[in-house]
């Protein structure tokens, strides 16, 4: 594993955007009976979703949020040094989404951007990029932007990923502070397990051809998707997830020195109900700890454990000092845990975006 500990640097401000567009997945039976789908909300626990119009990208979210970041905490474009986008759904292969989104958002040419392609682990990881910058001199901001349309990878008539995925964007704004105190970080990585999650085809090793965009019947269930659609072996990522997860975060806090019982929340990843619950009885945390967003939104990949934060825990984080743990892990296979502090956290209200509209909806 990676260990990092960074010092006075930490999440001054968190904003969210998602689409107006909701998926209530009861209702999402075109291709399966009603009874299997009500069988299949009731173990995810994801009852609704949120879905891209088509033409709406994750940079588009993104944008969204950070201007209502940067309207609501008076931050000047000239103020941001640094502009990071995570994403596996950015909005083309060449350029990079975030220097076209340094250009739509005003910021100076000086901006130091680039992408960052991971997975569900992201956030944490594109967290660790931000402080690391943070700690050079002269730097007085990192917008750290997150987004995915996971919408647009996984294949409606495939029953094992048709039900889980949602589409969001968040930005963060990472800044200096002694208030923020001591934070710590553990990046770890598997590629062995490369094949747990993913897309086969229409990347640059199997470029796309007419054969890998038909849809084809892919097991015993008659689930279908084509070679272009991402799949994923939920029992094999449970497995890992049991394994991994439960140690890398006793080891984190072990590394930070703080005690369980000093943590006010655990965020995880948002995969479904029944593994963070699990996850949750393994680590035997008080479940009120660990807020949970994915009944709302679903699995929004590496935009989860900010959007978590920003709806669930708004309230909590905008008048007093706290102490998180974050944990991210997926595709990759790739995991990553931190221990940060928060004080005073501005939470924008969420914005809901549809066409090029957005809508602000308060969370509290």
Same mark, same amino acid.
């Given at each position: 594993?990676?260990?990092?500990?960074?010092?006075?640097?930490?999440?001054?401000?968190?904003?969210?955007?998602?689409?107006?567009?909701?998926?209530? @997945?009861?209702?999402?039976?075109?291709?399966?009976?009603?009874?299997?789908?009500?069988?299949?909300?009731?173990?995810?626990?994801?009852?609704?979703?949120?879905?891209?119009?088509?033409?709406?990208?994750?940079?588009?979210?993104?944008?969204?949020?950070?201007?209502?970041?940067?309207? =609501?905490?008076?931050?000047?474009?000239?103020?941001?040094?640094?502009? #990071?986008?995570?994403?596996?759904?950015?909005?083309?292969?060449?350029?990079?989404?975030?220097?076209?989104?340094?250009?739509?958002?005003?910021? !100076?040419?000086?901006?130091?951007?680039?992408?960052?392609?991971?997975?569900?682990?992201?956030?944490?990881?594109?967290? *660790?990029?931000?402080?690391?910058?943070?700690?050079?001199?002269?730097?007085?901001?990192?917008?750290?932007? =997150?987004?995915?349309?996971?919408?647009?990878?996984?294949?409606?008539?495939?029953?094992?990923?048709?039900?889980?995925?949602?589409?969001?964007?968040?930005?963060?704004?990472?800044?200096?502070?002694?208030?923020?105190?001591?934070?710590?970080?553990?990046?770890? *990585?598997?590629?062995?397990?490369?094949?747990?999650?993913?897309?086969?085809?229409?990347?640059?090793?199997? !470029?796309?051809?007419?054969?890998?965009?038909?849809?084809?019947?892919?097991?015993?269930?008659?689930?279908?998707?084509?070679?272009?659609?991402?799949?994923?072996?939920?029992?094999?990522?449970?497995?890992?997830?049991?394994?991994?997860?439960?140690?890398?975060?006793?080891?984190?806090?072990?590394?930070?020195?703080?005690?369980?019982?000093?943590?006010?929340?655990?965020?995880?990843?948002?995969?479904?109900?029944?593994? @963070? *619950?699990?996850?949750?009885?393994?680590?035997?945390?008080?479940?009120?700890?660990?807020? #949970?967003?994915?009944?709302?939104?679903? @699995?929004?990949?590496?935009?989860?454990? !900010?959007?978590?934060?920003?709806?669930?825990?708004?309230?909590?984080?905008?008048?007093?000092?706290?102490?998180?743990?974050?944990?991210?892990?997926?595709?990759?296979?790739?995991?990553?845990?931190?221990? #940060?502090?928060?004080?005073?956290?501005?939470?924008? =209200?969420?914005?809901?975006?549809?066409?090029?509209?957005?809508?602000?909806?308060?969370?509290?």
């Amino acid at each position: 594993m990676a260990n990092l500990t960074f010092e006075n640097i930490g999440i001054k401000a968190l904003a969210a955007a998602v689409p107006a567009n909701t998926i209530d @997945n009861l209702s999402y039976t075109k291709h399966f009976p009603a009874e299997d789908v009500k069988e299949i909300v009731e173990k995810t626990g994801i009852k609704e979703r949120r879905f891209v119009p088509e033409g709406m990208t994750s940079s588009d979210l993104c944008y969204h949020a950070a201007k209502k970041l940067m309207d =609501d905490n008076g931050l000047e474009p000239d103020e941001v040094d640094a502009l #990071i986008f995570v994403s596996q759904t950015p909005d083309y292969r060449m350029p990079a989404s975030s220097v076209i989104l340094q250009d739509r958002l005003g910021l !100076p040419k000086s901006t130091l951007a680039f992408d960052m392609n991971l997975g569900c682990s992201a956030f944490v990881y594109g967290l *660790s990029v931000a402080y690391s910058y943070m700690q050079q001199q002269g730097f007085r901001n990192v917008l750290l932007l =997150d987004g995915e349309t996971r919408s647009k990878v996984y294949h409606p008539k495939d029953r094992k990923t048709a039900f889980l995925f949602g589409d969001g964007g968040v930005a963060a704004l990472i800044t200096k502070g002694k208030n923020f105190g001591k934070s710590y970080f553990s990046l770890n *990585s598997d590629g062995s397990r490369q094949d747990l999650i993913k897309v086969d085809a229409g990347g640059y090793r199997n !470029p796309s051809t007419p054969e890998t965009l038909k849809e084809k019947v892919v097991d015993e269930y008659g689930n279908v998707r084509t070679d272009e659609h991402g799949y994923m072996n939920g029992a094999d990522v449970f497995t890992f997830a049991i394994r991994e997860i439960p140690k890398d975060v006793k080891n984190t806090l072990k590394f930070s020195g703080v005690e369980k019982e000093e943590i006010d929340h655990f965020v995880f990843h948002q995969a479904n109900e029944y593994m @963070n *619950s699990y996850l949750a009885k393994k680590l035997k945390l008080d479940t009120d700890k660990c807020p #949970i967003c994915l009944d709302r939104f679903g @699995n929004t990949s590496s935009v989860s454990i !900010p959007l978590t934060i920003a709806t669930q825990l708004q309230n909590e984080l905008k008048d007093e000092k706290k102490k998180l743990v974050l944990c991210g892990f997926g595709v990759g296979m790739s995991w990553a845990t931190a221990v #940060i502090n928060t004080d005073g956290m501005v939470i924008s =209200d969420l914005v809901e975006v549809e066409g090029e509209k957005a809508e602000v909806k308060s969370e509290k």
